[in-house]
C-alpha cells in the first residue's frame, strides 16, 4: 500500500509543469524553487522487479529526503526519435536540471546529443560510459566482481549437475556478467564447463521483456542436467525463476533482491544497486559536486554499489564454509576498491 501510495504521488508529480529550460546545472538556492529530477527507465517499464524498480526506488527515496520535484518516464516507442522527443519534453516542458538515463545502450548516444544541445542540464548515464561531454556524466558498476562471486557459490552449489548462465542480450554489459561468473566457477574448479546462452541477439532487444522465452530456455537447460542458472536477463529472469521453482534446481538472481521469487531456489541475488546510484547522483547534483566529462562514478563492494544478498531463504543448504568464503571474497573485493 505504501508502494502504491507513493507511485501515485510521484505520477501526479509528472503532471505538472515546471517551466522552460533555466539555470545552471547546479539548482539555485533560496528562490523558493524546487529543482526538478527526471528519469527516463528503459521501455520494458515498471513491474519487472529488476532494475527498472530498482532505480525508480531510488528516486522515490532521493524524493523523501530531499525538497525536489521528480518525473518518471517510460518509452511508449523503443526508437531513439521516440526517446528523444521524450527526453526533450522532460527538459523544455517540465523544466528538468538533471536527466538520469536508466538504459545505457539505447540511451547513451541519444543523451550524448542531448547534452550538446542543452549545455545548462546535467545528464547522467546508469552503468555506462558516455564521452567526455562536461555535462554528461558517466558510471559504472563492479557487475564483473559481483557476478565472480556469485560464479564461485554456483560452483560450490552445483554438485554433480551443471552450470550455466543466461543474459537477456549479447551486449558488452552482459558480457561483463557473463565473464565474471564464469572466471568465479573456475576459481573453484578450472575444469569446469559453463553453458552460456543468451534470449535474443543484438540489436533484439526483446531478451530482456520475455519471461516466457527465459522460462523455455530454463527448463530446458535444467532438463538436460543444469543445477544452477545465473540469469541476467531484466524482466526475461521472472521466468526463469519460475523455471527453477518447477524444476526444483538453482537460480540466481540479478540487479534487485529476488531471493523471495522462489525461496529456496534462489541461492542469492547479485544487487546491482541502482537505487543507490540514482541517491548518489541526486544528492550530488543537489551539493553542485557532480561532475561530467571524463571522470566516471563508480558504484562497487566498497560503497554497497554491487552485493550478494544474506541468502536468508537457504541458510540450511548453503554451508557455513562456503558461506564465509563467499563473504571474504566479496570483503578482498571491498579492500581492493577502497
Partial sequence: MVRQMVMLAAVLLCLLSCGQEAGPPVPE?????????????????LGDMSYNDMQYDGLIEAYRRHDIEVRFRVPQIDTPAAITALCTDLIRTEGCTLLMAGEG????????KLALQHPRVMFALLGYQGKPIPNLVSSRFAQYEGSFVTGVLAARMAGQGGIAFIGGVNIPAIAEFSGGFVDGVHHVDPRAGVLVRHISLFPD???FDNPQAGYRL??????????VIYAAAGASGNGIIQAARE???FVIGVDSNQDHMAPGN??????????IA???IVERFLQGTLKGGAEVISFDYSNGGVSTTDMAFVREQVSTPVMAE????????????R
Fill in 326 to 337: 563467499v563473504r571474504a571474497i566479496e570483503a578482498a573485493f571491498a579492500v581492493r576498491r
Fill in 105 to 112: 545502450v539505447r540511451m547513451t548516444p541519444i543523451f550524448e
Fill in 278 to 280: 540514482v541517491v548518489t
Fill in 205 to 207: 532487444f526483446s531478451g
Fill in 29 to 45: 538556492t533560496g528562490t523558493g524553487k524546487r529543482p526538478v529530477i527526471g528519469l527516463v527507465l528503459s521501455p520494458n517499464g
Fill in 218 to 227: 530454463a527448463r530446458d537447460l535444467y532438463g538436460a542436467g543444469v543445477s
Fill in 266 to 275: 534462489v541461492l542469492t541475488s547479485m544487487m546491482k544497486r541502482l537505487d
Fill in 247 to 249: 524444476s526444483g534446481r
